[in-house]
């Protein structure tokens, strides 16, 4: 089973900052949060991930809980190429670590 | 940046014969490749383990005299869907982390559409 609980579905306007929520409240001391995301017919793409602290790259920011159980991925200023299913993993980050993914969030932008 | 290509990106193909998709990680060595099955509107579902020199690691459900995975060198790995069936139509994801790096994410590839007729 996944380790993390999303919302199945948000909506977002094109230009406004999207936030997706996710519970980890499982996660274990040696594991990250990563991020990806899925556009249709398309192989999962990455994003970002973090231990503890926020993280920002050029695609988005990482707002992780003080006690890790819960994140938040923040997409700035959404548009409408940014259409796709995020998922949020609790990983090792080990190359032999299977991800196990959830149902994760279709976030839908519009016009 | 690292990169996993996969291929065929789309096959269809007659009920009854076998189909080989092939993962490629292009610029890193991988000593484990993920296979993944997703049908519409469902999320991606782990099938096995490959791993570099020895048998893979399927997981409960998944039939390893059907789906066959070949895992030869560091850079390959191919997954066989033996006698196919309409069933077996779905979107498969294979997927790959360098082995000599830490705290990495994971590559995935373009995905193949099978589509058994």
């Known amino acids: 089973d996944a380790k993390t609980t999303q919302p199945p579905s948000m909506d977002c306007a094109e230009g406004r900052a999207a936030n997706l929520p996710c519970n980890h409240s499982?996660?274990?001391?040696?594991?990250?949060v990563y991020w990806y995301r899925q556009i249709h017919s398309q192989g999962p793409q990455y994003i970002i991930h973090?231990?503890?602290n926020n993280e920002t790259n050029e695609m988005a920011s990482l707002i992780i809980t003080e006690d890790r159980k819960s994140s938040t991925l923040i997409l700035p200023h959404a548009t409408l190429r940014d259409t796709a299913v995020y998922y949020c993993?609790?990983?090792?980050?080990?190359?032999?670590?299977?991800?196990?993914f959830g149902k994760g969030t279709l976030l839908t932008v519009n016009p | 940046g690292a990169v996993v290509s996969q291929h065929p990106s789309r096959v269809i193909c007659k009920s009854g014969t076998s189909v080989k998709i092939e993962c490629r990680s292009l610029?890193?060595?991988?000593?484990?490749m993920f296979w993944y099955r997703q049908f519409p509107k469902q999320s991606l579902m782990l099938m096995a383990t490959?791993?570099?020199?020895?048998?893979?690691?399927?997981e409960q459900g998944v039939e390893k005299d059907k789906f066959l995975i070949n895992h030869a060198s560091l850079t390959l790995s191919t997954l066989t869907v033996t006698s196919a069936h309409p069933e077996d139509s779905s979107f498969y994801i294979c997927?790959?982390?360098?082995?000599?790096?830490?705290?990495?994410?994971?590559?995935f590839g373009q995905g193949t559409r099978l589509t058994v007729v």
């Open positions: 499982t996660i274990s001391g040696n594991e990250y």
């Open positions: 973090g231990l503890k």
């Open positions: 997927s790959a982390r360098p082995a000599d790096r830490k705290n990495t994410e994971a590559f």
């Open positions: 490959s791993n570099e020199g020895s048998k893979a690691t399927y």
């Open positions: 993993i609790v990983d090792s980050g080990g190359s032999n670590y299977k991800l196990t």
């Open positions: 610029d890193f060595q991988a000593t484990t």
